[in-house]
Structure formats: C-alpha cells, structure tokens
C-alpha cells in the first residue's frame, strides 16, 4: 500500500506517555501516524524510534495555538495535556488552555477535515466520587476552584465541547475517560504515585505516601488501555467510556507492593495529603465489556515487573533527579 492509501491519524501529545503507546500501536496496524506535541511535559525518546519510518511525522507545536495539518486526515486522537498532579499544579493555565482551547482548535479541524475525533478524558470528571465504582452516568463531584479545578474542568469542558460538535455540526466523535494509567515511558519523576514509588524503592529512600494512605486507586497497564482505546476508536459509540482496570487497592498497598517487588528495605513515610485528593477510584467498565468487548487482561503484578524493567534500563543520572 503506498502511503497515500493509507489511513491518516493525527495524535497530539505524541512525544508523552499515553501518546507514544498510541504513535506505536497505529504504526503497527500500518496507519501514516503524524504526531504533534509541544514537549512541555513529553521526552522524544519515547518516540525517536519511529522518525526514520516513511508512515511517520512530526510537528513540534502547541495545540492550544490554531492547529494546521497539510492533507487529509481520517482520524484524530486528542491527547496532549498535562496529566500528572504535579505537572498540571506547576502549569496550570496551559492545561486549561490545551483542554479548552486545544480541543476546540482540534475539533474545528476534525470538522474541516470529515474525520472522526476521539478525546482523551479522565476519571477526574467525577472528582472525589460519592458512588463507588463510577459509571459513566455518575456526574461527579468536583471543586472547580480547588487546585485540581485546572485539570479537572478542563476535561469537563473538553467532553461538553466535543458532545457540541457532535449534536450541532454531527462531527465524529468519541471520549475516553482514562482511569490511572502505568507502564513504561511514564516519567520517573512526574510525580503520579506509581512512578514516585518506583524511584523511590530503586534509590533506597523511603516511600512518601500522602495523608493516612487509605486513600484507593485502581490501575490499569498501559497495553491494556491502548487496546481499549483502539477498540472505542473504531466503534460506533459516541457517548463517554470508561476505561481502566477496575482492581482497587489502597496507596499504602501499592506501596507495600512495590517494596517487596523491588526487594528493597524502604519503608513508608507519611506526608501531608494534597488538597482534593480523591479518597476513592474504581471504574464500572461494564459498558466497555459489552460494547467493546474489552476487558483488561495485565495483571499488576505482571504489569509492575514489565514497568520495573523498564526504569531500572534507564541512565542511572535519571534515577537521581527530582522536579518536586
Ligand atoms: P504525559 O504528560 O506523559 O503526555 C502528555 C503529552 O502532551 C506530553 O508529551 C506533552 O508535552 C503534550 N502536551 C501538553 N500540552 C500540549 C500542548 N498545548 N500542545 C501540544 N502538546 C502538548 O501524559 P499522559 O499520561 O500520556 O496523558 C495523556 C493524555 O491522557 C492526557 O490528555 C491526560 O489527561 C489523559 N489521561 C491520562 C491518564 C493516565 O493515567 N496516564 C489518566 C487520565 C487521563
Ligand atoms: N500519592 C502518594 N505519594 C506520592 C504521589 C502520590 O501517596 O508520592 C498518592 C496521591 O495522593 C493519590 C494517589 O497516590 O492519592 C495517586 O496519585 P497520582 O498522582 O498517581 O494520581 P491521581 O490519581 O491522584 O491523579
């Protein structure tokens, strides 16, 4: 097939987590992938292995800005924003910038260009949730002008604007409500807990758990949630899906987990608990089961190995540095 028979996506937020699994999986299913991030918080490493490939482009830009695509695009995925707690703390504005501004300039292009738009959305949405696990018809519980306001009202106001396009101009759209996502080329030290413990065990240190740790997350591997968004993509469902690993535990579990995984003899030291941290998160992925027959299949003991192996191949100067 040359390249012009080739379905086109574009994936803003190429070069940062979630993006890069997503740049390597449409490649493999031999999509032209062009991907665009303004590295604020991504690392082209995690994508340097696909810029001598023909079905490969970048564009180093910031989506939040009016976004320009030369040809014709079949597909978007919108996932450039700030994820991390303490990311999205120390730039605020720009993450309400590329949730608002950023995804109107990509909806107006997936408007300009007929192509289908999924969002990346999050767990977030439903705040610190009063029902447990949520589904996605719970409308969730959230501080707009608490700190994590920036974050989460961004990608409320993102999912409101892309059900907009869909009911006034019938756009083709698709949101993803990711819930806590690891695996490798996450951050070592973006600060989400998983990552943070990782390092924190490797470099012999304790294990900064916030508050009392009773506080529950639910995580899902990075394979897992890939596939899960390929398979909303090429769905016809356009209301919001959840989607994540409904296995809960609490922070001091996964703590305890991480320890023992890496054989070290750290232990937990307890810290003050961030204002609004969610005391409990658990997805109902019934809809994904039925509608996309997903279901995760990584368990975390697997998925924690994979992640450790992962980090412990890296420069060991990485190992040393700290952005909070
Ligand atoms: P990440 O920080 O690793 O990646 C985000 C990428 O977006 C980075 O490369 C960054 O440079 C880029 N970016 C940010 N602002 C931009 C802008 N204005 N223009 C262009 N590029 C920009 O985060 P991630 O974990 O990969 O998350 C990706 C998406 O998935 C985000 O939208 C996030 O809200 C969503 N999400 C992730 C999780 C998770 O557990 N990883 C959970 C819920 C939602
Ligand atoms: N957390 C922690 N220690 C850390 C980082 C995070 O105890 O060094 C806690 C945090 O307060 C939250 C949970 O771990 O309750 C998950 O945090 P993360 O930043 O990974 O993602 P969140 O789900 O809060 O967006």
Redesign the pocket.
């Known amino acids: 097939m040359d390249k012009q028979e080739k379905k086109r996506i574009l994936i ?2 190429a ?5 890069s699994h997503l740049c390597d999986r449409f490649i493999a299913e031999d999509f032209h992938v062009i991907g ?7 690392d082209l490493r995690n994508i340097e292995h696909l810029f001598k490939l023909p079905n490969f482009d970048f564009y180093h ?4 800005k009016f976004v320009h695509v030369p040809g014709k695009l079949d597909y978007i995925l919108h ?6 707690p303490v ?1 999205y703390l120390r730039i605020p504005i ?1 993450t309400l910038k ?1 949730g608002s501004l ?1 995804t109107h300039n990509l909806l107006g292009l997936a408007k300009s260009k007929c192509a289908r738009i999924l969002v ?1 959305s ?2 977030e949405v439903y705040g610190d949730p009063l029902v447990s696990p949520q589904p996605e018809e719970y409308w969730g519980n959230v501080n707009p002008v608490g700190p994590r306001g920036v974050y989460d009202e961004a ?1 409320r106001f993102q999912e409101a604007m892309t059900m907009a396009y869909h009911n006034v101009h019938g756009l083709d759209t698709r949101i993803v409500r ?4 690891y695996g490798p080329r996450m ?1 070592l030290n973006d600060g989400r807990a998983l990552p943070t413990f990782i390092a924190q065990a490797l470099r012999g240190e304790d294990l900064t758990v916030f508050g009392d740790g009773s506080q529950t997350r639910s995580f899902c591997y990075v394979l897992d949630q890939i596939e899960g968004i390929f398979r909303l993509l090429l769905s016809d469902y356009t209301q919001p899906m959840n989607i994540g690993n409904p296995d809960e535990l609490t922070i001091n579990d996964m703590a305890r987990e991480i320890i023992a995984l890496t054989g070290n003899q750290s232990k937990i030291r307890y810290v003050s608990l961030p204002i609004d941290d969610p005391k409990q998160r658990r997805p109902d992925i019934g809809k994904a089961n039925r509608i996309l027959n997903w279901n995760p299949a990584v368990n975390r003991k697997e998925g924690l190995l994979q992640t450790l192996n992962y980090y412990k191949q890296l420069p060991s100067e990485e190992l040393k540095q700290k952005n909070f």
């Open positions: 803003t937020g070069a940062g987590f979630l993006g665009m991030d303004n590295m604020i918080t991504g830009h910031d989506v939040s996932f450039a924003s700030p994820a991390s990311d720009q590329v950023g990346a999050t767990s990608k990711i819930f806590n996502t951050r």
